[in-house]
Structure formats: structure tokens, C-alpha cells
């Protein structure tokens, strides 16, 4: 992420600030979105580098553990409010967020920039085998919804279909650590190095802890601030609490892949740009939302996988263009394009749902 984007910090300060002299709903919303953005930045920028310290194998874990670390702290924290349509929302939008917008906006500026860029197909072809899983894991429920409307019944089996997604998602990590893998954990942990990519000196593994704990406790306080106020600041502006989710809290989070992505894809490493968005995209999907399932209870909630049909379309339309896109291990700017324009479709449609 852009260094100049770092003064975006005083921001979050600001915030909290105006929360505790009881300022308006609407400026600590946006104050607080302003300053997550640097602040997801730098649990982004320790975690690589402290990646590199560990070595790639134990930094490949690092990478997965903190690589949607916003996105979670800020799903936890609307899981104790009780805003469960709000962390259904962020799930789905987190994933056809990576999908489209991150993607998209990576394959059109390297395919404007350099024509027709090659990446590796195989790889491709194992991302979008693990969407399809997710996918089929928000298909499943909703479907056993409707042919057993009990709830009971939808919670039990929504835990279930948790627990065997997450075991998929383990499965994916020690692939990474075996030696057929190492080709899928050099592009999970060389294609975040942000440090290197923009020329930054790189931390010591003291000051990139001493950040990454620092950063996840600001994320943490900011991350209270936003959920506190979503809910006025979405009555006001007459949005619904889906379109928040869906659009607006995963954009907040995802700032730093970003940048990310369009710089590598920029440098013509497409592969990279689509380790990153994939990746991400597989997190969430596999490990981020039957996470959230789960952990619920400690809340006292009770979350479960049964997404809204107009959820479930769109991941599967992101889904299906995703793998339509890397199949032929070639992607160039109209690709990319027409995932940007799948985006803004998507975003349309949730801005115009009723409240």
C-alpha cells in the first residue's frame, strides 16, 4: 500500500475522539472507515515481513491466519452486536469483492499496460475447485432450508457444513507444505511482498510483531466504532444493512490487497495479482464464514450458512466468470473489465434492495 496513504492513521485517532464527545453517527462511521484502511495496511505489511523471518512454509500459515484479518475482526465484533444479516452481508461481499473488484482491477490495468498476460492455469483451475466447494456450501443450506424449515434442524446442519469446509481448508494448508505444493505456497507468500514490490526496507521481526499486535488492537477499537454507528448511517442515507455489508465494509477491509493486486498485475506478475485475490476469495469462503458460524455461540448467537438466493447468485455468477477467466492460464484487459462490470452489476442491484 501507497506510504502516503499511512497519514490516513490520524484519522482513526479522530474517531475515537468524536465517539467519546458524542459526535454525530455519520462523521465516526467515516472517520473510522478512513482509518481501518492504513490500519488493515499495516497488519498486511507486518505480516509479510515477518513472513520472511519465519521462513516460507511457517510464513505461508502466517499469511493465511492474518490474510482477511479486517474482515474478521470486524465480522467478530458485528457478531457481538447481533448484526448477523450485516456479517452474512460482509462474507459475500468479501468474496465476489477479491473475485471482482480486486481481480478485476488488477487484470485491467496489467492487460492495458502490457496486452495479453499468462499466469499458471493449474493453479487457477485449484482456486476455482475450492470456490465451487464454497459455493456448494451456501447452496446446500439454503436448499435444505426450504425442505426443512426447521430451525433447529438448519442450525445443526449449517454447523456441520462448517466444520467439513473448514477441513477442506486444512486440507489446502498442508498441501501448501508439501513439496507438490511449493509452487502454490511460494505464490501465497512471495506475491504479499508489498515491501519488496514498492522498495521498502523491510522490519525486523521485533518491529513487524510489535505492529502487527498494535495494528490488530486498533483495528479492533475501529472496528467497534463502524459497527456501532453502520446502522444509523445506513437509515440515513436510506441504504440497506446488505448493501453495507455486501459493498461498503468489504471495500474498507480490503484496501491494501488492492493496491496490491494492480501493482503486481501492473508489473506484469498476473500470477501473483491472482494468488492474491483467490486466495483471499478461498479464505473467506472456506475458513472465514464456518469460522464465523461457530464462534457465534460464544456471542450467544446463533449464525448459520443460509444465505438470501440473491447471495447465493452472485457469488455463484463470480464464481462461475472466475473460472470461465483463468481456464486458459491467459487473462487481458477486457477480462478484466468484464469482471469490474459484473462488480458494479452486483453493487447496483444491492444499492437499489429496499431498506
Known sequence: MPKLLYFLLVFGVIALAVDLLGGPDLLVFGLAALGIIPVSGLISRSTEDLAHHVGPKWGGLLNATFGNAAEMIIGIVALNAGLLTLVKASITGSIIGNLLLVLGMG????????????????????????????????????????????????????????????????????????????????????????????????????????????????????????????????????????????????????????????????????DVALAIAAGSSTQVALLVAPMFVLVSYLFGQQLNLVFTPLEIIVVGASAFLFSFISADGESNWLEGFELLALYVMVGLVFFFLPT
Open 107 to 270: 487484470l485491467f490495468v496489467g492487460g492495458t499496460r502490457h496486452g495479453t498476460q499468462r499466469f499458471d492455469a493449474g493453479e487457477a483451475g485449484r482456486n476455482s475447485a475450492m470456490m465451487l466447494i464454497a459455493l456448494a456450501g451456501l447452496l446446500l443450506p439454503a436448499a435444505f432450508a426450504i425442505a426443512d424449515p426447521v430451525d433447529s434442524d438448519i442450525q445443526i446442519t449449517s454447523d456441520a457444513i462448517a466444520v467439513v469446509l473448514i477441513v477442506v481448508y486444512v486440507a489446502y494448508i498442508v498441501y501448501s507444505f508439501t513439496s507438490e505444493g511449493s509452487k502454490q505456497l511460494h505464490n501465497e507468500v512471495g506475491p504479499l511482498d508489498d515491501a519488496a514490490a514498492t522498495g521498502s526496507h523491510m522490519w525486523s521481526a521485533r518491529l513487524a510483531i510489535g505492529v502487527l499486535i498494535a495494528a490488530t488492537l486498533g483495528t479492533v477499537v475501529l472496528a467497534e466504532l463502524l459497527v456501532g454507528t453502520v446502522e444509523h448511517v445506513a437509515e440515513n442515507f436510506h441504504l440497506s444493512e446488505m448493501f453495507v455489508g455486501i459493498i461498503l465494509v468489504p471495500i474498507i477491509g480490503n484496501v491494501a490487497e488492492h493496491f496490491s493486486a494492480v501493482l503486481f498485475a501492473a508489473k506484469n506478475k498476473t
